[in-house]
C-alpha cells in the first residue's frame, strides 16, 4: 500500500537557518504530493502541492520538487522564522481512483528559536 | 462563516457514555472526511463520505459510527470508547469527489479538530 516517511522530529533551529525536512513516499500510479502545515492548536493547512514528477511546489518561501526518481519531495526554506514552529506533514494523494483521502507521514515538529 | 468548523473542541467522556462530534462546512465541498492523529502516529484515514454516501470505512471499530445527513454536516456518533481512542479528531472536506478524473489533486481543507480524552 501506500506510505509517506519523514524524518522524525523534533528538528530545532535558529531563526534565519536554513531548512530541509526529508520526506520520500511509496506508491502505485503516479501519486499527487502535498505538504501540510499545523500550527499549535490549529488543524492542517494546505501548504504546497505538485502534481506531475518535476513540479515545484512553493509557498511563503517554502518549496518542494517532485522527485520520481528518488520518490522524494523533501521541503526546504531558505531562512527560518520563529513564526515557522510548527509540525509540517507530508502527505499523498494516489490517483488511482478509490476513495482519495490522503496518506500522510507522521509529522515533523519543527522549532525555532530566537 | 467559512471554512470546516468542528465542535466541540475539547470532550472528557467516559467509557459508558455516548457523545457526538459535529463538523460543519461552508465551502460548497462534496466529500468529508474524519481522520484520527494519535501522537507519534501517522493520521488514520477513518471514513469518507461523498456526496452524503459513505464510500471508504478503513476497519474502524463499530464503536465509532459516522452519520452525513446532507453535504455540509458530518458527525461522529461515540459509543462504548477505550482509552486508547483518545486522540485529536480531524473532519476535512474537499471539493472533488473521490475517484473523478484528477482527484488525485484534490485538496482536503481541515477543521481545527476535537481533542477526545476517555477516562
Known amino acids: 500500500g501506500d506510505s509517506v516517511t519523514q524524518m522524525e522530529g523534533p528538528v530545532t533551529l535558529s531563526e534565519e537557518a536554513f531548512l530541509t525536512i526529508n520526506c520520500t513516499y511509496t506508491?502505485?500510479?503516479?501519486?499527487?504530493l502535498f505538504w501540510y502545515v499545523q500550527y499549535p492548536g490549529e488543524g492542517l493547512q494546505l501548504l504546497l502541492k505538485?502534481?506531475?514528477?518535476?513540479d515545484k511546489g512553493s509557498n511563503k518561501g517554502f518549496e518542494a520538487t517532485y522527485r520520481k526518481e528518488t520518490t522524494s519531495f523533501h521541503l526546504e526554506k531558505g531562512s527560518v522564522q520563529v513564526s515557522d514552529s510548527a509540525v509540517y506533514f507530508c502527505?499523498?494523494?494516489?490517483?488511482?481512483?478509490?476513495?482519495?483521502?490522503?496518506?500522510f507521514g507522521k509529522g515533523t515538529h519543527l522549532i525555532i528559536q530566537p | 462563516e467559512t471554512g470546516v468548523t468542528q465542535t466541540p473542541r475539547h470532550l472528557v467522556m467516559g467509557m459508558t457514555n455516548k457523545k457526538s462530534l459535529k463538523c460543519e462546512q461552508h465551502l460548497g465541498h462534496n466529500a468529508m472526511y474524519w481522520y484520527k492523529q494519535s501522537a507519534k502516529k501517522p493520521l488514520e484515514l477513518m471514513f469518507v463520505?461523498?456526496?452524503?454516501?459513505?464510500?471508504e470505512n478503513n476497519s474502524v471499530p463499530s464503536r465509532f459510527s459516522p452519520e452525513c445527513p446532507n453535504s455540509s454536516h458530518l458527525f461522529l456518533h461515540l459509543h462504548t470508547l477505550q482509552p486508547e481512542d483518545s486522540a485529536l479528531y480531524l473532519c476535512?472536506?474537499?471539493?472533488?469527489?473521490?475517484?473523478?478524473?484528477?482527484?488525485?489533486?484534490?485538496?482536503?481543507?481541515f477543521g481545527a479538530g476535537s481533542r477526545l480524552t476517555v477516562l
Open positions: 502527505a499523498l494523494s494516489d490517483s488511482g481512483g478509490g476513495a482519495d483521502g490522503l496518506t
Open positions: 476535512a472536506s474537499s471539493p472533488q469527489l473521490p475517484g473523478q478524473p484528477d482527484s488525485g489533486a484534490n485538496v482536503l481543507t
Open positions: 506508491a502505485t500510479g503516479y501519486p499527487s
Open positions: 505538485a502534481t506531475k514528477a518535476d
Open positions: 463520505y461523498s456526496l452524503e454516501e459513505r464510500v
